[in-house]
């Protein structure tokens, strides 16, 4: 007659025997003791019987919580408490997605440009050559309104041009830098042409009121012996005096 196998450890048991030697467990014609049964209670006694030492030892491990089919217990703790699988974060520990300030804290706003070296701030030079443009488009629009459209109510005196005429040439000028300054292209049209234009500290669209505050202050610019401009050259945003007083800056389009 051949040996038959353990319901538990799968080790074979010889014809007759009642219990496993190797782990202790009943063996009643082939069928595992149901919950209860006296077999799964009295193991590591059985085992001692059977199998001496190791027997005891190998039954008191089996009358614990074995899973069906073998192996040894498991212990599941409640959700909430231990340890969740690897590479997850432990229970009410989650961190946000990707990217996210951490819960709790308000997102962090990013700079509106990023001024990180000294190749975004527009030099002396194209600032100059945008100036000199400005100026030749200035000059232009004065004449056409003066001999188109002022010269039949204004009187230009032979020695000059008539007060009305500078008053309203300055009008011109003022209009001209700080609406288009302060217009979604942030420059004027040497500025563009030269691929510059002005912004606030922040890089922001400049305000109206900060045009006009960049505009009068390049006449104190202008009344230093023209030092104001000049600082524009060796300043570290290579900024002239009006910038300063107004807190604007002349960067180059392409860098943002």
């Known amino acids: 007659m051949a040996d038959q196998l353990c319901w538990n450890c799968g080790k074979p048991v010889p014809p007759g025997a009642h219990y496993c030697i190797a782990c202790g467990s009943r063996v009643v014609a082939d069928t595992p003791p149901q919950a209860g049964a006296p077999g799964a209670e009295d193991g590591g006694a059985a085992g001692a ?7 005891a030892a190998a039954g008191a ?7 069906p089919g073998g192996g040894a217990p498991s212990y599941m703790p409640p959700y909430g408490q231990g340890q969740p699988p690897y590479g997850q974060q432990p229970y009410g520990q989650g961190q946000p997605p990707y990217g996210q300030p951490p819960y709790g804290q308000p997102p962090q706003q990013p700079p509106a440009y990023d001024y990180s070296g000294w190749s975004v701030y527009a030099g002396f030079w194209r600032r100059l050559v945008a100036i000199i443009i400005d100026g030749i488009i200035l000059s232009i629009a004065g004449s056409i309104i003066r001999y188109g459209i002022l010269g039949p109510v204004l009187s230009i005196s032979t020695g000059g041009f008539a007060p009305s005429y500078e008053l309203v040439s300055l009008v011109i000028s003022w209009l001209y830098f700080t609406l288009l300054e302060a217009s979604s292209h942030q420059a004027t049209l040497g500025k563009m042409a030269m691929g510059i234009a002005v912004t606030d500290m922040d890089g922001r669209r400049i305000s109206w009121g900060r045009a006009n505050a960049r505009y009068w202050s390049k006449y104190l610019s ?5 030092i104001g401009w000049l600082m524009a050259g060796f300043t570290e945003k290579k900024q002239a005096l009006h910038d300063m007083i107004a807190g604007t800056l002349v960067v180059k389009r392409e860098r943002y």
Do not use: E, N, Q, V
């Open 49 to 55: 019987a059977a199998g001496g030492a190791a027997g």
């Open 61 to 67: 491990a089996a009358s614990g919580p074995t899973p």
């Open 222 to 226: 202008t009344f230093i012996l023209m």
